[in-house]
T-cell receptor, first 111, second 114 residues
Framework: GQQLNQSPQSMFIQEGEDVSMNCTSSSIFNTWLWYKQDPGEGPVLLIA?????ELTSNGRLTAQFGITRKDSFLNISASIPSDVGIYFCAGHLRNTGKLIFGQGTTLQVKP | DGGITQSPKYLFRKEGQNVTLSCEQNLNHDAMYWYRQDPGQGLRLIYYSQIVNDFQKGDIAEGYSVSREKKESFPLTVTSAQKNPTAFYLC????FGQGGTEAFFGQGTRLTVV
């Protein structure tokens, strides 16, 4: 099926550092969504993007919907220990109802 | 409170038995989705439904079945034909199917087949 390529696969950073992760695809998306998942829990929505070029912030998080509608990135500024978790990108595929996910980025933050 | 509820949180079954996972939402969402997550992996789409009485196969539908008789409910049956059913199953819902809006998840059901 269609794929979202998410990178990096994992990151181990120092508290206070900024983090950047991205997703790319060969398909076009109507919506890009970014989620955080804690162990054993369902993913929690962080940011939703609806328009090409859109840049949206949620506290220390900033995400952008790529101009081509085929990519998106998420930045986390000044990381803190509670940012630890798995971050997923997801997109609603154009002209279908499918919502597909990237493979996830595992973030570890060293105090 | 509005939300999406999956039950049970943990489920154990013997090999060869069918098992049905429940997913209910009171968000008045049109679309509902089922995903499977294996350890250290991303979410893979099993089935999705945009309206009542209609659903489509996702990327890994073999060995699974669903129904959408009510807007609020989208149960998933893991059949004996599923070769490796032990996994974490997640249900989600969103307001519109094709247009795409925010999707929200339940807490998941961890299925273990022994």
């Amino acid at each position: 099926g269609q794929q979202l390529n998410q990178s990096p696969q994992s990151m181990f950073i120092q508290e206070g550092e900024d983090v950047s992760m991205n997703c790319t695809s060969s398909s076009i998306f109507n919506t890009w969504l970014w989620y955080k998942q804690d162990p054993g829990e369902g993913p929690v929505l962080l940011i939703a993007l609806y328009k090409a070029g859109e840049l949206t912030s949620n506290g220390r998080l900033t995400a952008q919907f790529g101009i081509t509608r085929k990519d998106s990135f998420l930045n986390i500024s000044a990381s803190i220990p509670s940012d630890v978790g798995i971050y997923f990108c997801a997109g609603h595929l154009r002209n279908t109802g499918k919502l597909i996910f990237g493979q996830g980025t595992t973030l570890q933050v060293k105090p | 409170d509005g939300g999406i509820t999956q039950s049970p949180k943990y489920l154990f079954r013997k090999e060869g038995q069918n098992v049905t996972l429940s997913c209910e939402q009171n968000l008045n969402h049109d679309a509902m989705y089922w995903y499977r997550q294996d350890p250290g992996q991303g979410l893979r789409l099993i089935y999705y439904s945009q309206i009542v009485n209609d659903f489509q196969k996702g990327d890994i539908a073999e060995g699974y079945s669903v129904s959408r008789e009510k807007k609020e409910s989208f149960p998933l049956t893991v059949t004996s034909a599923q070769k490796n059913p032990t996994a974490f199953y997640l249900c989600a819902s969103s307001l519109f199917g094709q247009g795409g809006t925010e999707a929200f998840f339940g807490q998941g059901t961890r299925l273990t087949v022994v």
